[in-house]
């Protein structure tokens, strides 16, 4: 079965130092992976996905992710945090081949230190 | 512009009623989605549907039933069988390609 696990259910960083959100799934298959981001009382926007082409995807407001198959691993980063990034993050996986489910990470609440 | 419209923003009911709760898209999915939130909680997947008149329970089913009679509309009712719906429910709609999901803006019910 498909799962996803995110290590540290709450970040904080300094801002303009790096965020790094870490994300692995476990898979039988190689997957699609997404990055979504929740800012509150709102639902979840697409920050990046990976569709097994390129390996390092660039996403919206600076993020990238980096698949990892043989660490399966995808984790988030930016450069720079901006006060903006404030917000809670959700890893999630797919596999269309068996079916619509989505599988979503237990996601990971940034906190962006001024 | 294309997307998902959950309504209202915010619901309020009394213990013991049923309420529906709306959602629409025109992005021509075939798939869609109920997921409840939880504060400080993640996603938990209530009910899905693949295809119009087919739909399937998540993790969390009881108590909630929906509808698919039409490709643009997934609403879902919390139903009085629901021991705990205070919650922030999320609709959200999907291609077949990669299953990336589309979310609407949520709904905040309150039952009082």
């Known amino acids: 079965a498909q799962s996803v696990t995110q290590l540290g259910s709450h970040v904080s960083v300094s801002e303009g130092a790096l965020v790094l959100l870490r994300c692995n799934y476990s898979s039988s298959v190689p997957p699609y992976l997404f990055w979504y981001v929740q800012y509150p009382n709102q639902g979840l926007q697409l920050l990046l996905k990976y569709t097994s082409a390129a390996t390092l995807v660039k996403g919206i407001n600076g993020f990238e992710a980096e698949f990892k198959k043989s660490e399966t691993s995808f984790h988030l980063t930016k450069p720079s945090a901006h006060m903006s990034d404030a917000a809670e993050y959700f890893c999630?996986?797919?596999?269309?081949?068996?079916?619509?489910?989505?599988?979503f990470g237990p996601g990971t609440s940034l906190s962006v230190i001024p | 512009d294309g997307g998902i419209t959950q309504s209202p923003k915010y619901l309020f009911r009394k213990e013991g009623q049923n309420v529906t709760l709306s959602c629409e898209q025109n992005?021509?999915?075939?798939?869609m989605y109920w997921y409840r939130q939880d504060p400080g909680q993640g996603l938990r997947l209530i009910y899905y549907s693949q295809i119009v008149n087919d739909f399937q329970k998540g993790d969390i089913a009881e108590g909630y039933s929906v509808s698919r009679e039409k490709k643009e509309s997934f609403p879902l009712t919390v139903t009085s069988a629901q021991k705990n719906p205070t919650a922030f429910y999320l609709c959200a709609s999907s291609n077949k390609v990669y299953n990336e999901q589309f979310f609407g803006p949520g709904t905040r019910l309150t039952v009082l």
């Open positions: 999630a996986v797919s596999d269309p081949s068996r079916g619509s489910k989505v599988i």
């Open positions: 992005l021509n999915h075939d798939a």
